[in-house]
């Protein structure tokens, strides 16, 4: 299944970024400040210490302008692109204090992103036989949701619901809460109709009656949460063409493949983005201008 992929509004996250940017910086960086001329002008380039998936180029492009306005990037691997050990992905010069006052920032970021997207393009080569897309979570860092999601999508996933607003998720709570799936699927309907909003309904379900409730909620789409890979089988049989199909629950790179095979539509993990390993970069000062 083709997965879309988009670019964030790194504008709309300019709050976030200064306050990163404060935390680090504080009243001056003077290790940059006591040994370089405040006019003095310098070259790095952003080097690949290990294979993956890129993710964060275009962010860290616009980091390097927004800190250094004199800044001038060269790109020569885009995102979402794989790269190898020793790929110079772009070269920026600019101020050289500015430089050195970005190079963490710049560092922290992309590398992260780029884990996630290496991590999330692992799983989707599993499953690439299939039609079958692996969806994150909102198990994501506080404040970086957006970007971090936009790494999923780099690294060939699809994103769920952006945050409790875009996309209606009745769990379990809810359902126990409002007395049942079709109780709780008719007052979400009446909620939305009273307030206007067009929004899809995700229905969790934990066994095979849940399911056959749902289905006969006319639920958009129906999650199948812990079930084996039997028990999905039994439940694609009765959702097909009726509702999207998602599963989840503990499912990993080991097993990934039997539940895709199975023929739901979606496979969401929260291991994507709340299990990674940053993917080893550097930003290396040039000999030459």
């Not at 979570?137 to 404040?143: F, L, M, N, V």
């Amino acid at each position: 299944m083709s997965v879309e992929k988009w670019t964030p509004d790194f504008k709309a996250l300019q709050s976030s970024f200064d306050l990163a940017i404060a935390e680090d910086l504080g009243d001056g960086d003077h290790s940059a400040l006591s040994c370089l001329n405040k006019t003095e002008r310098g070259k790095a380039k952003l080097l690949a210490k290990e294979n993956g998936i890129i993710a964060g180029v275009a962010l860290s492009r616009y980091l390097l302008a927004y800190i250094d306005p004199s800044a001038v990037v060269s790109v020569f691997i885009q995102d979402g692109s794989r790269i190898y050990k020793g790929d110079i992905v772009m070269e920026v010069e600019g101020n050289s204090i500015k430089l050195l006052q970005a190079e963490r920032l710049v560092l922290n970021y992309i590398q992260r992103l780029s884990g996630i997207a290496t991590n999330t393009s692992k799983y989707a080569a599993l499953i690439a036989h299939t039609s079958c897309t692996i969806l994150d979570t909102r198990k994501t860092t506080p404040g970086l949701r957006v970007l971090e999601k936009w790494a999923v999508a780099l690294g060939g996933g699809g994103n769920h619901r952006m945050g409790l607003y875009d996309m209606i998720m009745l769990k379990d709570n809810h359902i126990d809460f409002s007395g049942g799936i079709l109780t709780a699927v008719k007052k979400v309907r009446n909620y939305l109709e009273r307030n206007k909003k067009s929004l899809k309904i995700e229905v969790e379900t934990r066994n095979i009656n849940e399911v056959i409730e749902a289905v006969e909620a006319q639920a958009d789409r129906i999650m199948l949460d812990n079930f084996s890979v039997q028990q999905t089988k039994l439940a694609v049989e009765l959702i097909a063409g009726r509702a999207e199909i998602e599963s989840s629950g503990g499912i990993t790179k080991e097993t990934i493949v039997s539940y895709a095979e199975c023929g739901v539509d979606f496979i969401s993990v929260g291991a994507l983005t709340h299990q990674i390993a940053s993917l080893d970069l550097s930003l290396k000062a040039c000999a030459e201008l």
